[in-house]
C-alpha cells in the first residue's frame, strides 16, 4: 500500500514560519487527493488543506490566506507552506493520500508555536 513520510515540523515564534513536507513511497503512483490535517491537544482532527493531480485546493478557513498547499510535479509529494503562525496552529500535522483503492495516513510531524 506504501508509506508517506513527512518532514519539516518543529517549533517557531507567533508570526514565524515553517514548511511541511510530505512525500510517498515509490510504491505509490498516483493520487486523488492529498493534503494536510492536523490534531491539537485535546481536539478532533480537522482539515488544514487539500490539493488535487490537477491542482484544485481546499483550505480551512482559518488558515485561508496564510498557508499555502502545493504539489511536485515530479513525484508524488505535497508540501504546506505556513506563515504567520498563531498560537493555535500547535497541532501534530498529519498527511493524508487518497486514491482509489482508500487513504492512508502518515506519522504526523509535531508543530509548536510558542513566545
Known amino acids: 500500500q506504501g508509506q508517506l513520510m513527512e518532514s519539516g515540523g518543529g517549533s517557531v515564534q507567533p508570526g514565524g514560519s515553517l514548511r511541511l513536507s510530505c512525500e510517498a513511497s515509490?510504491?505509490?503512483?498516483?493520487?486523488?487527493?492529498m493534503g494536510w490535517y492536523r490534531q491539537a491537544p485535546g481536539k478532533e482532527r480537522e482539515m488544514v488543506a487539500v490539493i488535487t493531480p490537477s491542482g484544485i485546493t481546499r483550505y480551512a478557513d482559518s488558515v485561508q490566506g496564510r498557508f499555502s498547499i502545493s504539489r511536485d510535479k515530479y513525484k508524488i509529494a505535497v508540501y504546506l507552506q505556513m506563515d504567520s503562525l498563531k498560537a493555535d496552529g500547535t497541532a501534530d500535522y498529519y498527511c493524508k493520500l487518497q486514491n482509489s483503492w482508500g487513504s492512508i495516513w502518515g506519522q504526523g510531524t509535531q508543530v509548536t508555536v510558542s513566545s
Open positions: 515509490r510504491s505509490i503512483s498516483s493520487f486523488t487527493a
